[in-house]
């Protein structure tokens, strides 16, 4: 017993120098793998990192003629026939349906027939009224003619009269002096013969004279004023002829005023029928709904023959077959100071398989590129701003099988910073940094 007993007490001494001499080794040993593990943490903060912002978005067009495009009714109408499916695949001009009348103002055959015998007969009328208003036209020059005439011609009366006037005037003078010569000659002529020295035939002869100066006299006095009522007569004829002429050019201006009026009224006429022809003709063009454009047709609104539809119902919805394709994002406010046109962005597309590596984009897999091409001024209901983004020419180009409204993550590239700076930049919740795009986008091309 004393034997094992030292024998356990020289292998308790033998461990012990073991445990002695191994623990400076097994020391040294934590102390490296320390400091290696110091030293590559040291490394990988010094490691350059992509600052950016993610995004969710959807595919999408700048062109708002390669968007979903709702087809409608453009006329109130019942459904008569439809030549097309969902999922079908259309041209443009192709016919998706037909329509049929439900208003009862549209529902005659023959209504543009109709239309056009009444547009043919208001024309007509229109006509007549152009042909009364050259008559009326005519009519006045004749009158005026006459007018012209009539007084041309009771003018020269007026001055026969006149010259009449004066010419029974100074006969009426001159018998009145002969009067009065005559008057004087017989009163001497009787005081000779009271006298005795002329004879009575003498005396007679004398007052034989006197008479024949007074009728003269009372002649050319009653010459003289019926040549001045002649001449006061053709004086009033003149005016009347005036006056009676006008009321007669003035009738018949009214008369052509009164059809200029009518074919006024009748062009206008006239111009509302041409107006109610060609939406007639317009509106029968909108019994079929033709394809805008080539797609695929989808959502249907209406089913069924003999549905009703509004004017401005939606029938049906056709997704353009052509796509320039762009990605359609929303920003959060607070990010938009960072988001410049031009600036680079990756983008990972719904059902396209990728293996993201945030900070560094270069080592990421199954990511594409785009480039943001306009950003929206205004925010949205959701109190975001909407950013577009298009493909980079020459790059990765896009999957070709995207469809309209396929779901995505964007990440726009910011800057690069190193990771310990990245690391206290979120710790203490500040933005990331501001940066030229231009300088990012030549590092990029380069």
Not at 115 to 136: C, G
Not at 194 to 208: C, D, I, T, Y
Not at 279 to 307: C, M, T, W
Not at 351 to 356: E, K, L, N, Y
Request: with cysteine; glycine share 6%.
């Amino acid at each position: 017993m004393f034997l094992e007993k030292k024998t356990d007490l020289t292998n308790f001494s033998q461990f012990k120098s073991f445990v002695v001499t191994a623990a400076p080794t097994k020391r040294l040993r934590k102390t490296k793998w320390m400091l290696i593990i110091l030293g590559v943490l040291i490394a990988a903060l010094v490691l350059p990192w992509t600052q950016n912002i993610r995004s969710r978005g959807n595919v999408s067009t700048l062109n708002p003629e390669q968007r979903p495009q709702e087809v409608n009714s453009l006329i109130s109408a019942r459904i008569s026939k439809w030549y097309i499916q969902n999922g079908d695949f259309v041209k443009k001009g192709d016919t998706l349906l037909a329509l049929a009348e439900t208003k009862d103002e549209y529902l005659d055959p023959e209504l543009l027939q109709r239309t056009t015998e009444q547009l043919n007969a208001k024309s007509q009328s229109a006509d007549f009224y152009r042909n009364k208003v050259n008559t009326s036209l005519q009519q006045i020059s004749a009158l005026e003619e006459g007018l012209e005439l009539k007084l041309s011609q009771l003018k020269i009366k007026l001055r026969q009269y006149t010259l009449q006037v004066q010419s029974d005037s100074m006969a009426m003078t001159a018998a009145a002096g002969q009067f009065k010569i005559a008057s004087v000659q017989v009163q001497r002529q009787e005081e000779l013969f009271k006298a005795g020295l002329k004879s009575l035939v003498e005396l007679e002869a004398r007052q034989q004279y006197f008479q024949d100066a007074l009728a003269k006299k009372i002649g050319t006095e009653n010459k003289f004023q019926n040549s001045k009522n002649e001449l006061v007569n053709i004086r009033l004829e003149l005016s009347s002829a005036s006056q009676e002429y006008s009321e007669k050019i003035s009738k018949a201006a009214g008369d052509k005023y009164a059809a200029l009026s009518e074919v006024a009224s009748s062009d206008g006429e006239a111009s509302k029928l041409r107006n109610v022809l060609f939406n007639y003709s317009a509106r029968k063009s909108f019994h079929y709904i033709i394809a805008p454009q080539d797609g695929q047709v989808l959502q249907s609104g209406k089913a069924g023959i003999g549905e009703t539809v509004k004017d401005g119902e939606k029938l049906l919805t056709i997704v353009p077959a052509q796509l320039m394709q762009a990605i359609e994002i929303k920003v959060d406010p607070n990010d938009m100071p960072l988001i410049n046109l031009g600036q680079l962005v990756r983008i990972q597309f719904d059902g396209f398989p990728a293996i993201i590596f945030s900070g560094w984009p270069q080592a990421s897999y199954g990511l594409f590129s785009g480039r943001i091409s306009a950003i929206d001024n205004t925010i949205d209901e959701s109190g975001k701003f909407k950013v577009w983004v298009i493909p980079v020419q020459g790059d990765k180009k896009w999957p070709q099988n995207l469809r309209y409204g396929t779901g995505c993550q964007a990440i726009a590239l910011l800057d690069d910073v190193p990771i310990w700076y990245e690391l206290w930049r979120r710790f203490n919740g500040f933005p990331p940094n501001f940066y030229n795009p231009k300088s990012k986008e030549t590092n990029i091309q380069k």
